[in-house]
């Protein structure tokens, strides 16, 4: 792992500019949020043999029946998250290949990542460790149950699709606090952004979206 970030060179880096570009074609707008993506080496977060395609807006499979989300959806979901400014503590559901919480990390103070399948959460860790982010902390758990522990969170990403919103999760929102999550069945899903209001949740519908659905359990392979 190690060796593939050591091995980052030029031609990383203009595809990664030609990932930005497109970024900012597709409107995403959050400056802080393109410098972080065009500084992350999402190719360490794939298979080798899919480094290739790494910087394509397209989703990869990442084993175990999961995908880490095309780079559009990064940027999307977490713009959404920040646009009302910096959070201090984010809850991440589904850690999968580490990519997003890698972006997060670089964003906000404190990531909290809960991931249901162990290998996955092992393979993620150690690419945040060649990364040196040290402000995350990481839990093999179903994400359903969010993590009481640490709530309240100013912000929770959500990176699988539930049939309804999981109402643990809004309850460890922060007065103020932002959820952002796809919700559905199959491919008829809508991205949502749900703010944590004194008079009840303010929900918004963003656009349409296609995940892996929110399976509840853990696993251990």
Same mark, same amino acid.
């Given at each position: 792992?190690?060796?593939?970030?050591?091995?980052?060179?030029?031609?990383?880096?203009?595809?990664?500019?030609?990932?930005?570009?497109?970024?900012?074609?597709?409107?995403?707008?959050?400056?802080?949020?393109?410098?972080?993506?065009?500084?992350?080496?999402?190719?360490?977060?794939?298979?080798?043999?899919?480094?290739?395609?790494?910087?394509?807006?397209?989703?990869?499979?990442?084993?175990?029946?999961?995908?880490?989300?095309?780079?559009?959806?990064?940027?999307?979901?977490?713009?959404?998250?920040?646009?009302?400014?910096?959070?201090?503590?984010?809850? !991440? *559901?589904?850690?999968?290949?580490?990519? =997003?919480? @890698?972006?997060?990390?670089? #964003? %906000?103070?404190? +990531?909290?990542?809960?991931?249901?399948?162990?290998?996955?959460?092992?393979?993620?860790?150690?690419?945040?460790?060649?990364?040196?982010?040290?402000?995350?902390?990481?839990?093999?758990?179903?994400?359903?149950?969010?993590?009481?522990?640490?709530?309240?969170?100013?912000?929770?990403?959500?990176?699988?699709?539930?049939? !309804? *919103?999981?109402?643990?999760?809004?309850? =460890?929102? @922060?007065?103020?606090?932002? #959820? %952002?999550?796809? +919700?559905?069945?199959?491919?008829?899903?809508?991205?949502?952004?749900?703010?944590?209001?004194?008079?009840?949740?303010?929900?918004?519908?963003?656009?349409?979206?296609?995940?892996?659905?929110?399976?509840?359990?853990?696993?251990?392979?």
């Amino acid at each position: 792992m190690k060796q593939r970030f050591e091995g980052i060179g030029m031609t990383s880096r203009r595809t990664r500019e030609r990932m930005i570009a497109r970024l900012k074609e597709q409107r995403i707008k959050n400056q802080a949020v393109l410098d972080v993506m065009l500084a992350t080496p999402r190719h360490i977060f794939v298979e080798e043999a899919l480094e290739s395609r790494a910087y394509d807006d397209m989703p990869l499979p990442i084993g175990y029946n999961q995908t880490i989300s095309q780079p559009y959806i990064v940027a999307r979901m977490t713009e959404l998250l920040l646009a009302k400014g910096p959070l201090d503590k984010v809850l !991440e *559901i589904g850690t999968g290949s580490g990519y =997003q919480t @890698a972006v997060l990390a670089q #964003l %906000v103070r404190m +990531v909290y990542t809960v991931e249901r399948i162990y290998p996955l959460q092992q393979r993620a860790r150690r690419c945040l460790q060649d990364l040196h982010l040290r402000n995350v902390r990481m839990k093999h758990s179903d994400g359903g149950w969010g993590w009481e522990d640490y709530a309240p969170f100013d912000g929770i990403i959500v990176t699988a699709a539930p049939a !309804e *919103i999981p109402p643990v999760l809004l309850a =460890q929102l @922060a007065p103020g606090g932002v #959820l %952002v999550i796809p +919700v559905g069945d199959g491919r008829d899903q809508i991205l949502q952004r749900v703010t944590r209001a004194e008079t009840g949740n303010i929900v918004e519908n963003i656009e349409p979206v296609v995940f892996v659905p929110l399976l509840p359990g853990v696993t251990e392979g």
